[in-house]
Structure formats: structure tokens, C-alpha cells
């Protein structure tokens, strides 16, 4: 039922820009925090961005020194990264997240992951 479907990703050269769209459907997206991490290898995965169900609250890495920016259009249930000032040390797979909770139950679900790759 639950689908978070990327797109976006690809291969881009240092300094350009690449947007990436999360599309999801099953459950109530204007109730969920979305957000967008990357895969470090070896690693945990590492937050990028966060938005609030609203759209009016937004976290940041400081690793990506303000280069990237996300937004949702809850009426597309749709979020976005758009990433600007590329480097290649951002190539990763970057993964769409929804996180929800009740006073019971934590909800999480996770996007396939998209894969940006930054190289001359």
C-alpha cells in the first residue's frame, strides 16, 4: 500500500544542480515528516533534510552548508530536494523517509533510493 517512489537522480558535474522528487501514496502524507538522507558507505544513514507535515519547519544538515533546500506540495504528495552547488563528495544513494507516530506506534517508511553521482 505504501509507496515512496524517487526520482531525479543521475550524473551531474561538480558546481551543477540535480532536483529530486519523492512521490507517495498509502497513508496521509500532510501528517508525516518527510525527509531526505544519504547512504554513507559502511555507514548509518545520514540525515540530509527534514520538513515538517506542513511544510513550515525544516532541518538541514550543517554538512551541506546551505547548498540544499527542501519542500513538499501536499497536494501532489510529493516532497523535494533540490541540491545546488554540487560536489563529489555528495555522490550517494539519497533516500526518501516518512516518519509518523499516534500514541502507540511509530510509523517509518522508507523510498528505494535514487542514486546521484557527482564526477567530471
Known amino acids: 500500500q505504501v509507496q515512496l517512489v524517487e526520482s531525479g537522480g543521475g550524473l551531474v558535474q561538480p558546481g551543477g544542480s540535480l532536483r529530486l522528487s519523492c512521490a507517495a501514496s498509502?497513508?496521509?502524507?500532510?501528517?508525516?515528516?518527510m525527509s531526505w538522507y544519504r547512504q554513507v558507505p559502511g555507514k548509518v544513514r545520514e540525515l540530509v533534510a527534514a520538513i515538517n507535515g506542513a511544510g513550515t519547519s525544516t532541518n538541514y544538515a550543517d554538512s551541506m552548508k546551505g547548498r540544499f533546500t527542501i519542500s513538499r506540495d501536499n497536494a501532489k504528495n510529493t516532497v523535494y530536494l533540490q541540491m545546488n552547488s554540487l560536489k563529489p563528495e555528495d555522490t550517494d544513494v539519497y533516500y526518501c523517509?516518512?516518519?509518523?507516530?499516534?500514541?502507540?506506534?511509530?510509523?517509518?517508511?522508507w523510498g528505494q533510493g535514487t542514486q546521484v553521482t557527482v564526477s567530471s
Open positions: 523517509n516518512a516518519a509518523g507516530r499516534t500514541l502507540f506506534n511509530e510509523y517509518e517508511y
Open positions: 498509502g497513508f496521509t502524507f500532510r501528517s508525516y515528516v
